[in-house]
């Protein structure tokens, strides 16, 4: 019986049936015309970010030398290729630089950047 | 003197309820003044690959909005499907090394959509049965799954270790070339993307259930007067996105090339942003499948602009928050402005 | 008592909306120390005029003078602040919160040094009021968890605790008990003893004419009279009430009854106080299901169509027994319903003209896999044609179509599922006049096809101008049934009040 639903359930219409949000904007209480200016205003604040953001650009590479030698990070334009630097390990030797930890995908010398990165550094016992 | 003010009015209307497009315009001109190669073909193919592979969940998501609610385990689901389907089609599977060959491939296929269903009819079910609210029975989906993700990545001999190396004819299925233009090969991914976007028309526009489903997002209580069957129409929602969460989960461990814990996270912010912006509102009951597809590509669009003008993600993470707030803003002026 | 001096007075008050005039020049005088009683029917303009005074609705020409002062308030709080306060019919609480958190919500009493709340001093002013009143109530308890009586008890404490002036009752005894109501009036004396003027909004003539010093009638939006309590009848008020002569704004009734069609017996409510309802209905009826607000009529409807739950009782259609455990199997089985809350649970608002008719009969346009665009364009035009709705397009947002075309959408919805029974309940409420004729046609229309109609209505001239019988409810029970071409609303509103 109950599984049925029921508009009439008084513990049904007491809680807010999750799903009944139809009326979503039925009690904002704003005016178009302040609403336009938010609009504005968060537009206004879009573009200071993407102003700041691209003057700001460069992607960063970081190095993780896994016992190595350290390589200090670099910063780079889209497209550009990193400056290449290896890292020495006492009785191992240097296999590349990947970009899983797994060295499963290695990172080649004329790759171009197109995003941050993180880079491990593979070793040869 | 009065006509005059009418058409300044007139002009706003146009201007605000457009904003999001004007934005992405001046962005659009913008980087392809600074890098012209923003345009060139290998781009274009690069940014309509990427909304090819974003479509299904979004098409799925929209489904969800489309009801008033929303679904947040979406970019989990996409990651379990995606682990599941490479741990399955390859010949040196670590989860199950009793495996010797990879599974025939529509198998895998079934095996994620049935996993996707299953979750996707948890979900349904709580929210319609309970009147549980979906962000809630979602976010605990969410978890739950990533769980289940973790424990699988350690199965067998696997130790968490991320996944690849699948079949060739599996990966040739999804990312072999569609065609070429020049030298730059289209996925045939995107073709599946398209189709699936075809047949999401047909089930919204053309069906019962796509009507229902308006019906049950723009009032429920109308809905259960009317003689929908509310309960049943929530629950198919959430499972047919939770099939097209599995089914970008399938197609992404071919498109990365490797599937890790970490497939699929935060896919469902994108998804919804992409929904919002394509005016699939959350008020209910309002959107179209064309929005869907628009709202995808535009966001694909303004990121990998932004990407080309070396813009770091932490910005990216800024930026995007913004853009939901307006895409709201601009969907609640124009719910106000035909009150 | 004529020496007291008036304390609200409200003068030419007129409001309309749109294709109604809801208030025509009404007028309301409480005097300092009364407790002035505001009668009517449904519909009479009670509930407007209240509006007006609490400024919910503005008025569109009077004056509202309190203390001889003109006042114009902006929202309920506005008039709270000046000492006129309201004892909602709905309490409007917050139930998860205590009572002392309901009672000086928006104005916590805060610590002497620090901004911060002071449960203390909030406690203690509590106890202060509830003492004051007689009323036992520990401050402390969470509002859902007591009774209604004792929640009505905590929001006429908060109207005292800011010292008001005016306070108005909107049927406070609805869901009282006897022991309750007791109390309740004992706190209504002690308030005019203290120069409190009361408004009193009931149905109920005996109480009214126990409590109250004097009564203003309404009726259709106009004041009809004011009167002394002592010298009036319960029959006099009732002549009053009802005064309306029947005008000539029906259509011609030339429906055939036919044979029997639904039977409904014992038919009991699991959560609303509809009680033991039997009665038999014919082909080509129209039958009316009068009584008060609260009297059980629309959930008598929504028990017969399932979406309320049933405890007991059995419906037969054609002497079949049918189940209508939910909305889809009451539709298969012929029946349809028209909800009296169109916003509600009628329409989807941001849906077009062509879904909103076609939803409960979209299996009929289904072809091979999909729906065919065709038939649904032919079904919905069909209804734009019939019923004359006016609207731009089928692909036309229906919440932007005025009252009475939503309703005819609304309607084209149920009679595309070829229903034998229909049940509307309020079908004319909030539509203009010429739309409400309209209407009455349509049900004269579908009685003739031999249909069942059953209408529920708070009007009634309308109930005894379209109907062959009248169902008449009384606290949820059904307290008889009268033959709509020899009855008056004298008797109805007796049989309404028969288990008041």
């Avoid at chain 1, 009944?20 to 504005?40: A, P, W």
């Avoid at chain 1, 590349?96 to 941050?116: H, L, M, P, R």
């Avoid at chain 2, 909005?65 to 989990?76: F, N």
Wanted: glycine share 8%.
């Amino acid at each position: 019986m109950s599984e049925r639903p029921d508009l009439k359930d008084p513990q049904k219409t007491q809680q807010t049936t999750p799903l009944n949000l139809h009326n979503l904007y039925s009690h904002v209480k704003i005016s178009v015309k302040t609403l336009d200016k938010i609009i504005v205003g968060l537009i206004l604040v879009l573009v200071i970010v993407v102003v700041y953001a691209i003057s700001n650009q460069g992607f960063t590479v970081e190095f993780d030398p896994r016992g190595g030698t350290p390589v200090e990070s670099q910063k780079h334009l889209y497209g550009e290729k990193i400056d290449w630097e290896v890292s020495e390990r006492e009785g191992s030797r240097f296999l590349g630089w990947a970009v899983d930890e797994d060295c499963k995908v290695f990172w080649g010398e004329d790759q171009e950047i197109t995003g941050s990165v993180r880079l491990y550094a593979c070793w040869e016992e | 003197m009065n006509e005059k003010k009418f058409d300044k009015k007139k002009i706003l209307d146009l201007l605000l309820n457009n904003a999001m497009y004007i934005i992405i315009a001046l962005v659009v001109i913008y980087v392809a003044i600074k890098r012209p190669k923003f345009l060139g073909i290998a781009s274009i193919i690069n940014i309509l690959s990427l909304t090819a592979a974003k479509l299904p969940i979004a098409l799925g998501i929209a489904g969800c909005i489309v009801l008033a609610g929303t679904d947040i385990s979406a970019g989990r689901i996409v990651g379990l499907s995606s682990v599941v389907t490479a741990s399955l089609l390859t010949t040196t599977s670590k989860i199950w090394p009793q495996l010797t060959d990879a599974l025939p491939i529509p198998v895998v296929l079934l095996i994620v959509i049935a996993i996707g269903a299953l979750i996707g009819f948890v979900n349904g079910f709580s929210v319609a049965e309970f009147s549980l609210h979906p962000y809630i029975v979602t976010l605990s989906t969410q978890l739950i799954t990533y769980g289940i993700i973790l424990l699988y990545m350690q199965g067998g001999t696997n130790n968490g270790m991320s996944l690849s190396g699948m079949i060739e004819p599996y990966k040739e299925l999804i990312t072999g070339t569609l065609f070429r233009i020049g030298t730059v090969s289209v996925p045939r991914y995107v073709l599946y993307a398209l189709i699936f976007t075809v047949i999401m028309w047909f089930i919204w526009n053309k069906t019962v259930f796509g009507k229902n489903m308006f019906a049950v997002g723009s009032n429920q209580t109308a809905a259960e007067v009317s003689g929908v069957n509310v309960k049943k129409t929530i629950i198919m929602v959430f499972m047919m996105a939770g099939i097209m969460y599995a089914i970008t989960g399938f197609f992404d461990a071919a498109r990365i090339g490797s599937a890790t814990a970490a497939t699929g996270q935060n896919y469902e912010s994108d998804a919804i942003s992409a929904c919002v912006i394509g005016g699939v509102s959350f008020v209910g009951g309002t959107g179209k499948i064309s929005g869907v597809l628009v709202g995808v590509l535009l966001l694909q669009v303004i990121f990998t602009g932004l990407n080309f003008l070396s813009v770091s993600a932490n910005m990216l993470y800024i930026i995007k928050g913004l853009i939901i707030l307006i895409a709201c803003a601009i969907d609640m002026r124009k719910y106000l402005t035909k009150k | 008592m004529s020496q007291n001096s008036v304390l609200l007075k409200m003068e030419h008050i007129s409001k309309s909306f749109p294709g109604v005039k809801a208030l025509d020049d009404v007028q309301l005088e409480v005097k300092a120390g009364t407790v002035h009683a505001l009668m009517g029917e449904n519909g009479a303009g009670k509930s407007t005029l209240m509006k007006c005074l609490f400024g919910i609705y503005h008025k569109d020409e009077g004056h509202i003078y309190l203390n001889g002062e003109e006042v114009n308030f902006r929202d309920s709080k506005d008039a709270l602040e000046h000492g006129v306060a309201m004892v909602h019919q709905e309490l409007n609480q917050a139930l998860k919160r205590n009572v002392m958190d309901n009672m000086w919500l928006g104005r916590f009493p805060m610590m002497d040094k620090f901004p911060i709340v002071s449960e203390k001093k909030m406690y203690e002013k509590t106890m202060a009021v509830f003492k004051d009143l007689g009323i036992e109530v520990d401050p402390k308890t969470i509002m859902s968890e007591m009774p209604v009586s004792q929640r009505q008890m905590v929001e006429i404490a908060k109207a005292v605790s800011y010292n008001s002036k005016v306070i108005v009752f909107d049927e406070p005894t609805s869901s009282l008990t006897e022991v309750e109501v007791e109390h309740l009036f004992r706190i209504i004396n002690d308030l005019r003893n203290r120069g409190c003027g009361i408004i009193y909004i009931s149905h109920k003539m005996d109480e009214i004419l126990r409590i109250s010093d004097e009564v203003t009638i309404m009726r259709d939006g106009k004041y009809i009279a004011t009167r002394d309590s002592k010298n009036v009848t319960m029959g006099e008020i009732i002549k009053l009430m009802v005064g309306r002569e029947l005008t000539n704004v029906y259509p011609p009734k030339d429906n055939v009854i036919g044979d029997k069609l639904l039977e409904v017996r014992g038919l009991t409510a699991e959560y609303s106080k509809l009680h033991d309802v039997s009665f038999d209905a014919y082909r080509g009826e129209v039958l009316g299901v009068a009584g008060l607000d609260g009297a059980g009529r629309t959930e008598l409807l929504e028990n017969i169509f399932g979406i309320a739950t049933r405890r007991s009782g059995e419906i037969y259609v054609n002497g079949k027994r049918v189940l209508n455990r939910n909305s889809r199997e009451s539709i298969k089985n012929g029946f349809a319903m028209l909800t009296e809350e169109r916003r509600a649970t009628g329409i989807f608002g941001v849906r077009d003209i062509q879904a909103n008719s076609t939803v409960s009969s979209l299996k009929k346009y289904v072809n091979g896999l999909f729906l065919d665009d065709k038939k649904m364009y032919d079904a919905t035009q069909w209804g734009i044609d019939t019923l004359k709705t006016k609207t731009p397009s089928q692909k036309t947002q229906i919440r932007s179509l005025s009252g009475g075309n939503q309703q005819k959408v609304i309607i084209t919805r149920w009679l595309l599922t070829d229903p034998q029974i229909l049940l509307l309940d309020e079908p004319t409420r909030g539509i203009d006049v010429g739309a409400k004729y309209e209407i009455y046609e349509l049900i004269l229309k579908l009685a003739k096809e031999g249909k069942l109609v059953i209408v529920v209505s708070s009007e009634m001239p309308e109930l005894l101008g379209i109907c062959d019988r009248i169902l008449v409810m009384s606290g949820g029970r059904l307290a008889g049934e009268v033959d709509a071409r020899n009855t008056s609303q004298e008797e109805i509103m007796t049989l309404a009040a028969k288990y008041v």
